[in-house]
């Protein structure tokens, strides 16, 4: 085996015929060859075909790669907690679901801003049911009273003898309180060994992808947590954007970051960005290395006065990518290029808003956005919607849009947003884009971050599919959204779906539903059963359906204003 020298766990497989594992702490090289810092220190970024190689391979196809198991499954957040203020970590023990693995144990750290470990708690994962983990026990654990100021890190672990095939879980970071809710999924992980780092390597990029605000009541923030080797002589290279095309340069040095140290950027401090950023959201790419760690980024913009917050990750700069993966092949008669069904809140109070970022490989291309109902029935079309040709930020507000189709009085519709090429036949394969939902006179909105899907014959051949969300129940208004869509020009394919509710003593709610072509179903908190079956506590829901082309997104509505939200697993 070669192992990372960092690395604190890794589990030995002794003898196949023994079926027997040995678990502990390693602080030793068994053999081979050091990688150099220079190697260590590359950002990753794997090919979009190396992403979908890994998730629509056939099982005979994976059988022939003979993959090396993968025995350890994490997940790295940061934590920036004030008084008032709650963090916890939310997953479901859909192991047992999907490949019924029950030989799983779960490990905590709590660490310092840093990187001290300070708390620590393990427990096995057995059941299909929702698991929480409340970051105030592990404060109080460490000494720390819960109503406290803190910033440090918390890393979560999954290790098995079985396979767990994926080597970041599913796990959601959820900050609230009385007045907001938000939430991010996996970000930053480190990663398990050589083969692990050098799959998800294989570019160089900054990362970027996400909205910042500045004014009188908000700042944006950017969370670091270091790998387990120290960074020295480090450098953090800032271009940040407004609406407008204008962009600005700034370079800042890091401190000697420490094994897992946790540093927080606040650029509103070191730049004047509230006359820059003229009252609307902007973006920002970073370039910086962090050894040994996948280095997607938790940014966010909080509220100073409530300390309210909305997070997400970020994404891979692909503006400088030229390589024939970087781009996808034509699509074929009847197929539009690339597509992506997303909610839209219709109701006059509140605005939901794709951002398309200066990210992309240079092949320009235009956007259309068709609406539906939630019976599938076409409300209407916006042609050439926005071009995406220079290298800044757009913002195309489907909300407004969709009022100016007709007079259509629904709350909730779905809107399909279609890609294609403007010059040319080449589309950039990595079409992100940013998804926010927020309310016109007050709060913080969610900032999805989301991808238009290309055009890819191979998923047309998968019989059915599993999704999962998490339902937040106990915020004021919660809803999920189960939506039915594809790339295709004229899409026919219904989907039965199967949806089971779960809580946190494995209780389970079993519904079923029908979705048309191009249909979505909301189910809302204020559902009576709902309401009767999680109480006050969050929760989860899967989707099983017999169609590929189902897909979720959740939300929180507080009474603040502030909307949480991300799509689903």
Not at 253 to 269: I, K, T
Request: include cysteine.
């Amino acid at each position: 085996y070669r192992l990372n020298p960092s690395y604190s766990q890794c589990i030995f497989f002794l003898s196949p015929e023994l079926e027997l594992a040995c678990i502990g702490s390693v602080f030793f090289w068994l053999g081979g060859t050091i990688r150099p810092e220079s190697e260590i220190f590359e950002e990753p970024m794997r090919s979009y075909q190396s992403h979908l190689s890994t998730l629509l391979a056939s099982e005979a196809s994976k059988a022939k790669q003979a993959k090396a198991p993968v025995l350890r499954s994490s997940a790295l957040f940061p934590l920036i907690l004030a008084p008032k203020v709650s963090a916890r970590l939310l997953f479901l023990g859909y192991w047992q679901l999907k490949r019924e693995i029950d030989d799983l144990r779960m490990s905590v750290t709590l660490r310092s801003q840093l990187g001290e470990s300070i708390a620590k708690r393990t427990e096995a994962i057995c059941e299909a049911k929702a698991y929480e983990v409340e970051i105030g026990d592990l404060l109080h654990d460490a000494g720390y009273t819960r109503d406290t100021e803190f910033l440090g890190s918390i890393e979560i672990e999954f290790t098995s003898s079985v396979d767990l095939v994926f080597p970041f879980p599913a796990v959601m970071l959820n900050y609230y309180n009385a007045s907001f809710s938000t939430f991010v999924h996996t970000a930053q992980r480190v990663y398990n060994d050589e083969a692990d780092y050098h799959s998800n390597a294989q570019v160089q990029v900054p990362e970027s992808g996400f909205n910042i605000y500045h004014d009188e009541d908000t700042e944006a923030f950017v969370s670091l947590v270091n790998g387990p080797q120290v960074a020295t002589e480090q450098y953090i290279y800032m271009r940040i954007y407004n609406l407008d095309g204008e962009y600005i340069d700034h370079t800042r040095e890091l401190p000697r970051l420490p094994p897992y140290q946790h540093f927080v950027l606040w650029p509103g401090r070191e730049l004047e960005l509230g006359d820059f950023l003229k009252g609307s959201p902007g973006t920002m790419k970073l370039s910086f290395r962090l050894p040994w760690v996948y280095p997607r980024l938790v940014p966010g913009n909080r509220d100073r006065r409530s300390g309210a917050m909305s997070i997400t990750h970020s994404y891979y700069d692909c503006s400088h990518a030229h390589g024939e993966s970087d781009f996808w092949s034509p699509s074929k008669d009847g197929w539009h290029d690339a597509a992506l069904m997303v909610p839209v809140y219709a109701d006059e109070g509140m605005f939901t808003r794709a951002y398309f970022y200066p990210i992309y490989a240079d092949a320009p291309f235009e956007l259309d956005v068709e609406f539906y109902s939630d019976s599938g029935k076409h409300l209407g079309t916006c042609e050439h919607a926005i071009s995406v040709a220079e290298s800044h930020m757009h913002r195309l507000n489907l909300s407004d849009l969709y009022r100016k189709i007709g007079n259509n009085t629904a709350q909730f519709v779905s809107a399909r947003i279609l890609a294609h090429p403007s010059q040319g036949d080449r589309l950039p394969t990595r079409l992100k884009m940013g998804l926010d939902v927020g309310h016109n006179s007050s709060g913080l909105p969610c900032n999805i971050c989301t991808n238009l899907q290309p055009y890819n014959p191979d998923l047309e051949n998968k019989p059915r599919c599993f999704r999962w969300a998490p339902f937040f129940a106990d915020a004021k208004a919660a809803q999920l959204w189960v939506i039915n869509s594809s790339p295709a020009v004229n899409y026919t394919r219904s989907a039965n779906i199967t949806l089971t509710f779960y809580r946190k003593d494995a209780q389970t709610l079993v519904r079923t539903a029908t979705l048309a072509p191009y249909g979505h179903l909301v189910i809302s908190s204020d559902d009576k059963e709902l309401r009767e079956f999680f109480g006050a506590s969050a929760g989860w829901c899967t989707v099983t359906a017999d169609n590929p082309h189902v897909s979720t997104y959740t939300y929180s509505h507080c009474s603040g204003g502030n909307v949480g939200g991300d799509h689903g697993f």
